[in-house]
């Protein structure tokens, strides 16, 4: 009787513990967003010096972390100074994120919004496929355009210019998954970093922004294999000073590059499962550690049966 009470508790615990690692193996997906409204009382700043922390901030709104898939909404308003609004969705082609920023500087003010998001993947296709990921956003600003003493990659010290940025990254792990406003800012030279792009301007009118990282940072097209899990950064920034305006509320957008063929993207979105998916549980992932527990379960069985005869 002891014998069988024994048997029947190492059974439990074997099951027990095949769930436990499967549940291990889906928490490694995660998903999340983050974004700033900020808007900063630039008035006794000389022009050609930078706004930075140590002026006064009048507003600003941040939000964001894991699990903020349902949509991320916020804003920033100083009288006199300006506006700024940030917005993050996964409503792209397989969940994919997608952003809309607006900055309006009324007078003396620095305004500033920034949209992070990454989404988190497991690939479940029978072959490896192509994974390439083109970012593009078209805006309307009045900058004044470059300063010859800018720094290309510094915000904005000119009265009436504006800035924009974007990223997007391809990652082997997720970033900080409590809160994503933080990407990989090494680019390739970042461990982790599979695949980046990133592009800026300062240039007024009618602009676009095309971000492409379709290419792996080992070099070639980047390419998962079946059973991958991976997660894709994007992110959004832009800054007005002093009179500048930039409205990028048309939407940043992240697609598959079109040197796909068409049953090449068909592989890809019928087996990308995104993290955020409410009703897809990524199996696949997990299924070969369950059938390893299953396995043990039936030679434990095999074992259980020559000991007792």
Known sequence: MLKTTSSKFVTKLVILACFLISSLAEAALVYGSGGIARIRDCSSVPDGQFCVGSNPTLDQSTSGGSSNATGLSISATATGFGTANTNVSFNGAAALPE???ETISDGQGLVTSISNAQQGYMYSGSASALLPLIGTVDFLSNSIGDSPSQDPFVSVSVAGQTFATGSIAILSSPLIESSPFFGPGGGCGTAGVLAFGSASTRAGGAQSLTIDA???CSGGSLTINPGDEFHVWANLGINAL?????DALN???IAFGDNLTEIELEMLMNNMTAASDPNVVPLPATAP???AGLVALGA????QNRSVT
């Open 99 to 101: 952003m809309r920023v």
């Open 214 to 216: 379709s290419q792996s």
């Open 242 to 246: 002093k009179g500048g305006q930039l």
């Open 251 to 253: 939407t940043f957008t």
């Open 289 to 291: 550690l369950f059938l």
């Open 300 to 303: 434990f069985r095999r074992w």
